[in-house]
């Protein structure tokens, strides 16, 4: 990426490394994009970051975006860019599809969208190379030494995939890019879809909503409806796999509570607001 962006629009950008300190080798690694980046004459940060606890991959790109983010604004930049490959995609796809994933987590690695804490904007313009034409590059430019391609730790899922994606040749990480593209697409058109039926049909109830969705509505719909609903009622933890188990669960009627959000479902009418203060409190 470093070596592209030079190439394309030199002196209009600038590179920070994130140190999660997870690795022996990752303050090296770091210091070695520093010394290409003052040969080149591009300014360089190195972003120390401290990886909460939990889920570390997950905890290890948050904590990743938000210091990429809170650095994007200090210097009044526009966007992230980053060299996630079609390999990278690939990996990701497939472990979604591993745990069973819908369309929204299938669509993996999205081209552009907001990132951590900040918002900020990341574009990931590589999506479609492959990850041995990127090594092709940086070994034609002879300023940084290619090492031999590694598997990782196998300690974490993204490695154990790409191990199993190395061994199977006769997939082609090109095809599930595309076939995550689509996906993406498709995700798009029912945000489209969603964003339409708010518009339309879901009324303001006090502090909080109030929806009959038609009898035919997609399940899809209903459940996007119901978690758009309870993340502005303030249950910003609960997801899409939240609102579609208070769909199963009141499908038939009845009262639930997610994130300190009360969802009730009576003759076919949702109503979704902030759970009431308990007694005593």
Known sequence: MLLLAHAAFPGRFQVATVDHGLRRESAAEAELVAAQCQRLGVAHSTLAVL?????????????????????LRERGLAAILTAHHADDQAETMMMRLNRGSGVRGLAAIRRSGPVGAEGALAVRPLLDWRASELADIVRASGLIPVRDPSNGDPRFDRARMRAALAAADWLDPLAIARSARHLAEAESALEWMVAETWRREVEPDGGGYRWKPAVDAPDYIVTAILERAIARCGGTSAGLGDAARLRAA???????????????ARDGVWTIGREPPRRGR
């Open 51 to 71: 990886v909460g606890q939990g889920n570390l991959q997950d905890q290890a790109r948050r904590a990743r975006y938000d210091a990429l983010g809170a650095w």
């Open 250 to 264: 009141l499908r038939d009627g009845g009262k639930a509570n997610v994130a300190g959000v009360l969802v009730e």
